[in-house]
């Protein structure tokens, strides 16, 4: 069993940067594969980032491509997602999730375990 809790969101200017963390409870955590994703109000949850159980492989939704960044400390049982040159169209609720499976990690289904979310509101 693994609990994620999220922390970091905010409001900030666009152009503007925030790092969220995802704190995870549980010995089984640096097996597991980690992602952000995301909601904005009216539209479905979609993916952001994912990183391996190691953190030797990254992979980016084209949208935040270069301007985001995630990293994952096993030591910390914590997974990171630093936000650069933010942007309206980034509002949204964030989430952290935890696969154990073999997938790639681009796909909500493929995930075991989310937190509850953290508001990022990038403003015009």
């Known amino acids: 069993q693994v609990q994620l809790v999220e922390s970091g969101g905010g409001l900030v200017q666009a152009g503007g940067s925030l790092r969220l963390s995802c704190a995870a409870s549980?010995?089984?955590?640096?097996?597991?594969?980690m992602g952000w994703f995301r909601q904005s109000p009216g539209k479905e949850r979609e993916f952001v980032a994912t990183i391996s159980w190691n953190g030797g492989s990254t992979y980016y939704a084209d949208s935040v491509k270069g301007r985001f960044t995630i990293s994952r400390d096993n030591a910390k049982n914590t997974v990171y997602l630093r936000m650069n040159s933010l942007k309206p169209e980034d509002t949204a609720v964030y989430y952290c999730?935890?696969?154990?499976?073999?997938?790639?990690?681009?796909?909500?289904?493929?995930?075991?375990?989310w937190g509850r979310g953290t508001q990022v509101t990038v403003s015009s």
């Open positions: 549980g010995r089984t955590f640096s097996s597991y594969r």
């Open positions: 999730a935890g696969a154990g499976g073999l997938g790639a990690g681009t796909l909500a289904y493929e995930y075991d375990y």
